[in-house]
């Protein structure tokens, strides 16, 4: 039962403060929505957590992940720090689809997705049927079997942002973060893509991480959200107490209608005008 | 499609939901042996034109005799002893230089395009010629060089080519190793080296202005084998070294960040690659001077017909080097009777206008 606890999390770019000390804590089995503004330091604190940013101050770190990802057997904390991972160590435990990713060079769907194999599968080759197989589960998850040998260079977005997924799901991780993944998506699909993500979690042995603007989604699709403010956690919770027309006026200026909704069995939001003042 | 097939597909998906996938798998792998199959017929095209290559000359042997001398040759049995000796003392040493120097020229850009995320990119990218170009100017107009003697002139060019190389290191070690680090870097570098060899060329005599010009115009005109033996050292060190990184090339593909959400360290990986290519064509360049366009082209043409992965991309560029550098050789010296075209000229001629056509007709949108 992995969980993933970031403590006193603190990044600066240069000198100009981005995170002021965040502690947020995820738990297997669990979708969280990260919500904020532009600039807020969601995307900032998804990149402390895979390490892109090496330089952050304060923990993240992760407990009960599987042993198995490991390339040498030694003692183990209670929680493990993420920076005392190899990169493949820490990419058979974290896997990341970025917002705004592209192909320099036209690959096939099938390919590029078997790229997520590198940490796990090494050297092998594609003679080998497990990882065949394996590849073959994440494109048929992710619903892109059907132009597996199509080119990546030409597909539409949406199609391509499902590819980005089947790679991350093939890394077989178990931290899962989104950066904003409906992003350029239609309305079906970003519903799909959040089934999904449910699909993945209710498997167990992962927790999903998303950093969205959609309110929508982000109340009816995560467990918990997150909302953040100029580098701080303002709110953390439940999505149906989080997501209140209160917290929408005060964090995004937008005046919204926030209901229970028996027929989707979660919140509505509705969004009416822009509060000028 | 219409209703019906429409209809059919839909039942046979329901009732048979592997179909699918099977046919999938299928299609990968009929494209993954197209692939082998691409480089398999450079390799015979290659092998042609050696023994065509071997041909051209004052002293005729035919094109099936050429294969025999060769293979009797290499097995230790010589036959035709005057026709082994024209063909391993004189003819060799040329034709041998071609293949190499084009599998490491084509191999190098390959790799080079694939860490730099750019198609523009090739072995001259980071300044190899620019610093090969200084050296070697270096040595035939100031007889400076780090060698004395019939190596001087190459000697020097292999040193001077590696200094831009170094100078992005250390500027990647300060900046970080993005691609437009490493490119800028590269062009103000190339701009030094070429304004020095500029004023060196300036001040020398119209002899040593034509050895510098003859040098930067690149040619596999040689007669003795420590060129191609020197060569094959650096070129298949440097192919293996390359092959072996093949997989996380295809990684650092999708951008520094999923790389490294992957398991790769893109700007290791970057800086490994670079020291590889760099060796690898300093090793050719300094033998041949500068040939272009095998490097920018090869890989390209390569990828159109193969796609991009590096596994089967480096081989296959390096193999389609190889054939074309060697037939643009033999084109070169059969269309003018003494006075040979230098190879470089003949590649951009042959692969300029087969590049355009593959652009223009292929079907899929490669970059």
């Given at each position: 039962?992995?969980?993933?606890?970031?403590?006193?999390?603190?990044?600066?770019?240069?000198?100009?403060?981005?995170?002021?000390?965040?502690?947020?804590?995820?738990?297997?089995?669990?979708?969280?929505?990260?919500?904020?503004?532009?600039?807020?330091?969601?995307?900032?604190?998804?990149?402390?957590?895979?390490?892109?940013?090496?330089?952050?101050?304060?923990?993240?770190?992760?407990?009960?992940?599987?042993?198995?990802?490991?390339?040498?057997p030694?003692?183990?904390?209670?929680?493990?720090?993420i920076?005392?991972?190899?990169?493949?160590?820490r990419?058979?435990?974290?896997?990341?689809?970025?917002?705004?990713?592209?192909?320099?060079?036209?690959?096939?769907?099938?390919?590029?997705?078997?790229?997520?194999?590198?940490?796990?599968?090494?050297?092998?080759?594609?003679?080998?049927?497990?990882?065949?197989?394996?590849?073959?589960?994440?494109?048929?998850?992710?619903?892109?079997?059907?132009?597996?040998?199509r080119?990546?260079?030409?597909?539409?977005?949406?199609?391509?942002?499902?590819?980005m997924?089947?790679?991350?799901l093939?890394?077989?991780?178990?931290?899962?973060?989104?950066?904003?993944?409906?992003?350029?998506?239609?309305?079906?699909?970003?519903?799909?893509?959040?089934?999904?993500?449910?699909?993945?979690?209710?498997?167990?042995?992962i927790?999903?991480?998303?950093?969205?603007?959609?309110?929508?989604?982000?109340?009816?699709?995560?467990?918990?959200?997150?909302?953040?403010?100029?580098g701080?956690?303002?709110?953390?919770?439940?999505a149906?107490?989080?997501?209140?027309?209160?917290?929408?006026?005060?964090?995004?200026?937008?005046?919204?209608?926030?209901?229970?909704?028996?027929?989707?069995?979660?919140?509505?939001?509705?969004?009416?005008?822009?509060?000028?003042? | 499609?219409?209703?019906?097939?429409?209809?059919?597909?839909?039942v046979?998906?329901?009732?048979?939901?592997?179909?699918?996938?099977?046919?999938?798998?299928?299609?990968?792998?009929?494209?993954?042996?197209?692939?082998?199959?691409?480089?398999?017929?450079?390799?015979?095209?290659?092998?042609?034109?050696?023994?065509?290559?071997?041909?051209?000359?004052?002293?005729?042997?035919?094109?099936?005799?050429?294969?025999?001398?060769?293979?009797d040759?290499?097995?230790?049995?010589?036959?035709?002893?005057?026709?082994?000796?024209?063909?391993?003392?004189?003819?060799?040493?040329?034709?041998?230089?071609?293949l190499?120097?084009?599998?490491?020229?084509?191999?190098?850009?390959c790799?080079?395009?694939?860490?730099?995320?750019?198609?523009?990119?090739?072995?001259?990218?980071?300044?190899?010629?620019?610093?090969?170009?200084?050296?070697?100017?270096?040595?035939?107009?100031?007889?400076?060089?780090?060698?004395?003697?019939?190596?001087?002139?190459?000697?020097?060019?292999?040193?001077?080519?590696?200094?831009?190389?170094f100078?992005?290191?250390?500027?990647?070690?300060?900046?970080?190793?993005?691609?437009?680090?490493?490119?800028?870097?590269?062009?103000?570098?190339?701009?030094?080296?070429?304004?020095?060899?500029?004023?060196?060329?300036?001040?020398?005599?119209?002899?040593?202005?034509?050895?510098?010009?003859?040098?930067?115009?690149?040619?596999?005109?040689?007669?003795?084998?420590?060129?191609?033996?020197?060569?094959?050292?650096?070129?298949?060190?440097?192919?293996?070294?390359?092959?072996?990184?093949?997989?996380?090339?295809?990684?650092?593909?999708?951008?520094?960040?999923?790389?490294?959400?992957?398991?790769?360290?893109?700007?290791?990986?970057?800086?490994?690659?670079?020291?590889?290519?760099?060796?690898?064509?300093?090793?050719?360049?300094s033998?041949?001077?500068?040939?272009?366009?095998v490097?920018?082209?090869?890989?390209?043409i390569?990828?159109?017909?193969?796609?991009?992965?590096?596994?089967?991309?480096?081989?296959?560029?390096?193999?389609?080097?190889?054939?074309?550098?060697?037939?643009?050789?033999?084109?070169?010296?059969?269309?003018?009777?003494?006075?040979?075209?230098?190879?470089?000229?003949?590649?951009?001629?042959?692969?300029?206008?087969?590049?355009?056509?593959?652009?223009?007709?292929?079907r899929?949108?490669?970059?």
């Amino acid at each position: 039962m992995v969980r993933l606890k970031v403590e006193d999390l603190k990044f600066s770019h240069g000198k100009k403060p981005i995170l002021h000390g965040l502690d947020v804590e995820i738990r297997d089995g669990e979708v969280i929505g990260i919500l904020g503004q532009n600039g807020s330091g969601k995307t900032t604190l998804l990149n402390c957590i895979n390490t892109t940013y090496r330089q952050s101050k304060g923990s993240v770190a992760v407990a009960d992940f599987s042993a198995d990802v490991l390339d040498s057997p030694r003692e183990l904390e209670d929680m493990m720090d993420i920076r005392s991972f190899t990169d493949t160590e820490r990419s058979r435990i974290i896997a990341t689809v970025e917002q705004n990713s592209f192909m320099s060079f036209p690959f096939t769907v099938m390919d590029t997705v078997r790229m997520g194999r590198y940490s796990r599968a090494g050297i092998l080759d594609e003679s080998d049927e497990e990882e065949t197989e394996k590849v073959l589960s994440c494109l048929e998850e992710t619903g892109i079997l059907d132009f597996a040998s199509r080119n990546v260079s030409e597909l539409s977005g949406g199609e391509w942002r499902r590819v980005m997924i089947a790679q991350a799901l093939a890394q077989e991780p178990e931290v899962l973060l989104l950066d904003e993944p409906t992003l350029h998506l239609d309305i079906n699909h970003q519903f799909e893509l959040m089934d999904l993500c449910r699909r993945i979690v209710a498997r167990g042995g992962i927790l999903v991480a998303i950093v969205t603007h959609d309110l929508q989604l982000a109340a009816r699709y995560c467990d918990r959200v997150i909302v953040m403010r100029e580098g701080e956690i303002i709110a953390n919770g439940p999505a149906k107490e989080v997501i209140t027309e209160d917290m929408i006026a005060e964090v995004f200026g937008m005046r919204s209608r926030v209901a229970w909704d028996d027929e989707i069995g979660g919140m509505s939001v509705f969004l009416i005008d822009r509060i000028y003042n | 499609m219409d209703g019906g097939k429409v209809i059919d597909r839909a039942v046979r998906a329901w009732m048979e939901p592997e179909a699918d996938v099977e046919e999938e798998v299928r299609t990968f792998q009929r494209n993954a042996s197209l692939k082998v199959l691409f480089i398999v017929a450079c390799v015979v095209a290659a092998f042609v034109a050696v023994g065509i290559s071997v041909t051209i000359g004052d002293y005729s042997i035919s094109f099936v005799d050429t294969y025999k001398v060769i293979f009797d040759h290499l097995l230790g049995n010589v036959t035709d002893s005057m026709g082994d000796y024209v063909i391993f003392t004189w003819r060799m040493p040329r034709i041998l230089t071609g293949l190499i120097a084009g599998a490491g020229l084509a191999a190098a850009g390959c790799v080079m395009q694939s860490i730099l995320r750019n198609p523009l990119a090739d072995t001259y990218t980071t300044g190899i010629s620019s610093g090969a170009s200084f050296g070697a100017s270096l040595a035939l107009g100031l007889g400076i060089s780090v060698a004395s003697g019939t190596v001087a002139v190459i000697a020097n060019a292999f040193v001077f080519s590696l200094i831009p190389v170094f100078i992005i290191i250390l500027v990647m070690k300060m900046k970080g190793s993005s691609p437009s680090v490493m490119i800028m870097t590269g062009i103000a570098v190339m701009y030094i080296f070429n304004a020095a060899a500029t004023l060196i060329r300036l001040r020398a005599d119209s002899e040593t202005q034509a050895a510098i010009f003859a040098w930067s115009v690149g040619s596999i005109d040689v007669t003795s084998w420590s060129a191609p033996e020197t060569m094959v050292v650096f070129v298949i060190v440097g192919l293996v070294a390359l092959m072996l990184l093949s997989k996380k090339l295809n990684v650092i593909s999708t951008g520094d960040e999923s790389a490294r959400s992957m398991g790769v360290d893109a700007e290791t990986i970057r800086i490994i690659a670079l020291v590889i290519i760099s060796l690898m064509a300093a090793g050719i360049v300094s033998f041949t001077g500068l040939i272009g366009f095998v490097g920018l082209v090869c890989p390209h043409i390569a990828r159109l017909v193969i796609g991009s992965d590096n596994r089967y991309l480096i081989p296959a560029s390096a193999a389609f080097g190889s054939a074309l550098l060697l037939i643009a050789d033999i084109i070169g010296r059969v269309i003018t009777a003494n006075n040979d075209i230098q190879v470089g000229v003949i590649t951009a001629f042959i692969g300029g206008p087969m590049f355009l056509y593959l652009i223009v007709k292929s079907r899929r949108e490669a970059w």
